[in-house]
C-alpha cells in the first residue's frame, strides 16, 4: 500500500526555537496534503491542507504565521513551527491524498517544547 | 466533508471476542471509512465503504453502512490482543473530520 513518511518522529526542543517536519509520500505523487494535531485521547483536528505550488488552506484558529507549511512537490510537505512554546507540545500528524483516494498517513511527530 | 462521531467511547473485551463500533454522521456521503490509530502512531486506513453498498468485508473485519440513518458499523470478529488500538470513522477523502474515536482494549 501507499507509504507515507514523517520525519522526525520525537523533537525535544527549548522554547523558542523553530521546528521543521516534513512528511514525504514515498510510492505516489499525492495532490493533496493534510496536517493534524491530535492532543492525548482526543481526536485528529485538521490544522491545513495544502496542495502542491499553492498556499496552504488553514483551518480557522490556526496561526499561518506560527504553522508555516510549505508543499514545494508532489512527495514533500513540510510543516514549520515557529518560536515554539510549551502548548504547541503535541502529536503532530500529516496524511497524503489524491484525487478519489483514501488518505494515507504519515507515523506522527511528538512534538515536546521544555 | 463532516465530522463521524464513534460510540462508545471506549470498549474492553476479552481475546476471541467481537467488537462492535459505531459511526454516526450529519449529511449525505459518497463514501464512509474506517481508520485505527495505534497509541504514537499515525493512522492506518482499514476499509471504505461506498454510499451505494450496505455491507463489506475485509478479512475479520466487517462495515455496514445505513444511510437511511446515517450510521455505520465496524465489526472486529475474534478480537486479537493487537488489535487494541483507537478506531476513527470518516467521511470522503478531503477535508476529513474526525471524532473521538473508540478506545478498544482486548486483553489477552
Known amino acids: 500500500g501507499a507509504v507515507v513518511s514523517q520525519h522526525p518522529s520525537r523533537v525535544i526542543c527549548k522554547s523558542g526555537t523553530s521546528v521543521k517536519i516534513e512528511c514525504r509520500s514515498l510510492d505516489f505523487q499525492a495532490t493533496t496534503m493534510f496536517w493534524y494535531r491530535q492532543f492525548p485521547k482526543q481526536s485528529l483536528m485538521l490544522m491545513a491542507t495544502s496542495n502542491e505550488g499553492s498556499k496552504a488552506t488553514y483551518e480557522q484558529g490556526v496561526e499561518k504565521d506560527k504553522f508555516l507549511i510549505n508543499h514545494a512537490s508532489l512527495t514533500l510537505s513540510t510543516l514549520t513551527v515557529t518560536s515554539a512554546h510549551p502548548e504547541d507540545s503535541s502529536f503532530y500528524i500529516c496524511?497524503?491524498?489524491?484525487?478519489?483516494?483514501?488518505?494515507?498517513f504519515g507515523d506522527g511527530t511528538r512534538l515536546s517544547i521544555l | 466533508s463532516q465530522q463521524g462521531e464513534e460510540d462508545p467511547q471506549a470498549l474492553s473485551i476479552q481475546e476471541g471476542e467481537n467488537a462492535t463500533m459505531n459511526c454516526s454522521y450529519k449529511t449525505s456521503i459518497n463514501n464512509l471509512q474506517w481508520y485505527r490509530q495505534n497509541s504514537g502512531r499515525g493512522l492506518v486506513h482499514l476499509i471504505l465503504i461506498r454510499s451505494n453498498e450496505r455491507e463489506k468485508h475485509s478479512g475479520r473485519l466487517r462495515v455496514t453502512l445505513d444511510t437511511s440513518k446515517k450510521s455505520s458499523s465496524l465489526l472486529i470478529t475474534a478480537s486479537r490482543a493487537a488489535d487494541t488500538a483507537s478506531y476513527f470513522c470518516a467521511t470522503g477523502y478531503n477535508d476529513m473530520r474526525f471524532g473521538a474515536g473508540t478506545r478498544l482494549t482486548v486483553k489477552p
Open positions: 496524511s497524503a491524498g489524491r484525487s478519489g483516494q483514501p488518505q494515507h
